[in-house]
């Protein structure tokens, strides 16, 4: 006796000539076909995104660390000859006129200046402001520093990841308007923020929000000395945006049900069509009993 192996076949085919198509069979066809293409491809791009989660942990720096900062503003009624950039922080760091990666470029006929920089800070309380400090006997007699900030961020930039941070909140801040010799405080926390992408690649950046205060602010003989201070604290508690995604098989088998599914689905329709039909051509023939 001959093994044969057909005998385990649980998907018998039924010759065409005892087949019957239908109008309804038809379209209920064309129809779980889009369908399905279209559950596929939604499956699929979901897939190929992956979500973002987030979680918070405290971090205990230990040694001292420096973190990136970019500034780009704008002062138009001051001139960059007297502009600068002075840092301090509770390190003991105190520079006065800081020069390097700095771009003053004219603007309003020399009369106000952008004022562009990048530089490094270290990871403890202090400031950085914008002031005619390192100008020396150059001072302006009326300095006014009406601004508009156009960028203050500080380390990597991930912007254009999936986050919604609050990265740069002072862009676009306009005190163009404000009184001269007057000071603008922006008093800021920030928090670490670290992304970490599928391939366990890690960008580290810094989400802030601030206060603002104007005043006047003297100095020796009642002389004003405005500046554009921004204080900084940076939090203990660090963020972490890590992107995940589902397992091959997960997609695998949500391809499976959504095929077996729609199929199945339809063809229980396109029975409950045909039954119906053949039940009301049986009623107009009169063959119901």
């Known amino acids: 006796m001959v093994f044969d192996l057909r005998r385990f076949d649980v998907y018998r085919k039924i010759p065409k000539d005892l087949t019957q198509p239908t109008l309804a069979g038809a379209l209920v066809s064309i129809f779980s076909a889009l369908f399905i293409l279209f559950l596929l491809l939604s499956e699929f791009k979901t897939f190929i995104v992956p979500d973002v989660v987030s979680e918070l942990y405290v971090d205990n720096p230990g040694e001292i660390e420096r973190l990136q900062v970019r500034l780009n503003i704008s ?71 009406a601004h508009i900030i156009h960028e203050v961020a500080f380390g990597d930039d991930i912007t254009n990841k999936s986050v919604n941070g609050a990265f740069n909140p002072l862009a676009g801040r306009d005190i163009s308007k404000a009184k001269p ?41 009642r002389r004003i000395l405005p500046a554009i201070w921004f204080r ?45 039909a053949e039940v009301f051509k049986k009623a107009e023939l009169g063959k119901l009993h």
């Open 75 to 145: 002062l138009p009624r001051l001139s960059c000859q007297v502009v600068g950039l002075d840092i301090q922080d509770d390190m003991g760091r105190h520079e006065v006129g800081y020069v390097g990666n700095t771009q003053k470029i004219p603007i309003n006929n020399n009369k106000g200046c952008h004022f562009q920089t990048e530089f490094s800070i270290n990871k403890v309380p202090g400031n950085f402001h914008v002031s005619t400090h390192a100008a020396g006997a150059a001072q302006p007699t009326t300095p006014d520093f």
């Open 181 to 221: 010799e007057m000071s603008h405080d922006y008093y800021m926390k920030v928090v670490p923020t670290v992304y970490e992408d599928l391939w366990g690649e890690q960008k580290l950046s810094y989400q802030y929000t601030y206060a603002y205060k104007e005043y006047a602010s003297y100095g020796h003989g």
């Open 232 to 276: 900084y604290e940076i939090s203990a508690i660090t963020v972490k945006y890590h992107e995940k995604r589902p397992p091959v098989y997960t997609f695998i088998t949500t391809v499976c049900a959504i095929v077996g599914g729609t199929f199945t689905v339809a063809g229980i329709i396109d029975s409950f069509i045909f039954t119906a």
